[in-house]
């Protein structure tokens, strides 16, 4: 699927990852809807970024994912600004262990409002014209992370869903696909003041450094080239691409059949 033109909505788009997303996204001509919390840098970077794209390119609409009615009204503005979409990154994720509620919240229950609300409006049997929902898991959606296991219950949640979404997806024809990039660390902010997100397992926050040093921190831009291939490639349903700084890889899960 070529992203020029195409409409897309990424959450958790102001920061990080989905910032990164974002700026991938206009530079391949699509047009962004960037929901997120952080109002004023959400603002302000939107406002750069039509300026670097051409105007009206990038739309920012304040939405907290823990929210079923932001993410449908910004959805249904999305649709209303742009004309439709194409394709969902549903990216927003937090790490704290200690407010875990609000983890879950916004980790597993925001990628499922976001897809379930997403689908509304691209599915081919309701009216839609189908695309692509990519959402972002983790490694520790793949393999414990002892010092966080509501992060890692949350992101093994992610890939779970965005696997059987693909699955749902074929068996009934929504011209959808699904699929979920698995990334090791990677430089954002996300990364600082671990200690303080881990909780109760705080005493492990050294444990967990060690692993930074010795799996090494990815450049968003790596995680981004995951984004394009699971967006662009039209074979791709139902994937879980693993990305650390060795390289990436699909990952194989165990048949039960
Ligand atoms: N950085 C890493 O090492 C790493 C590794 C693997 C996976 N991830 C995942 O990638 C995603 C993005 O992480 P990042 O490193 O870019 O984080 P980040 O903290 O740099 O950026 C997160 C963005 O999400 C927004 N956000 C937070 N809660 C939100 C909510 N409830 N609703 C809407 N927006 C919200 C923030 O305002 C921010 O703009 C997360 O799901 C994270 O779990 C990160
Ligand atoms: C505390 C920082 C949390 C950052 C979470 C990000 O999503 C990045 C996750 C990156 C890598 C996760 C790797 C998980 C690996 C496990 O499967 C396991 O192999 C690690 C075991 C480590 C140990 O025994 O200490």
Not at 16 to 32: P, S
Not at 150 to 169: C, E, I, L, N, P
Request: one cysteine or more; hydrophobic letters at 40%; a negative charge.
């Amino acid at each position: 699927m070529a992203l020029n033109n195409k409409i897309a909505v990424v959450t958790g788009a102001v920061m990080g990852i989905g910032r990164a997303v974002t700026e991938t996204l206009l530079q391949h001509g699509a047009k962004v809807a960037l929901l997120d919390v952080n109002e004023i840098a959400g603002k302000n970077l939107t406002e750069t970024l039509n300026q670097q794209h051409g105007t009206g390119k990038a739309l920012f609409l304040k939405c907290d994912v823990q929210s079923e009615q932001e993410i449908k009204d910004t959805f249904q503005k999305t649709v209303e600004t742009f004309g439709g979409i194409d394709i969902v990154c549903n990216n927003a994720g937090i790490l704290n262990e200690e407010t875990w509620e609000k983890a879950v919240s916004t980790n597993l229950m925001g990628v499922i409002r976001g897809t379930y609300v997403g689908m509304e409006h691209m599915n081919k049997l309701t009216g839609g014209r189908g695309g692509v929902i990519i959402n972002m898991a983790s490694m520790a959606g793949i393999g414990p992370f002892p010092s966080c296991p509501v992060y890692t219950a949350t992101k093994h949640g992610v890939v779970g869903f965005t696997r059987a979404m693909g699955a749902a997806s074929e068996a009934s024809g929504y011209g959808i696909r699904f699929n979920v990039i698995c990334p090791s660390f990677v430089q954002t902010d996300f990364l600082a003041n671990i200690p303080e997100k881990l909780g109760r397992f705080s005493h492990l926050a050294d444990a967990a450094h060690k692993l930074v040093d010795t799996l090494g921190i990815l450049s968003v831009s790596e995680v981004t080239e995951c984004f394009l291939e699971l967006a662009t490639d039209e074979s791709k349903n139902g994937e879980a691409l693993v990305v650390f700084p060795k390289g990436k890889t699909y990952a194989k899960f165990p048949s039960v059949l």
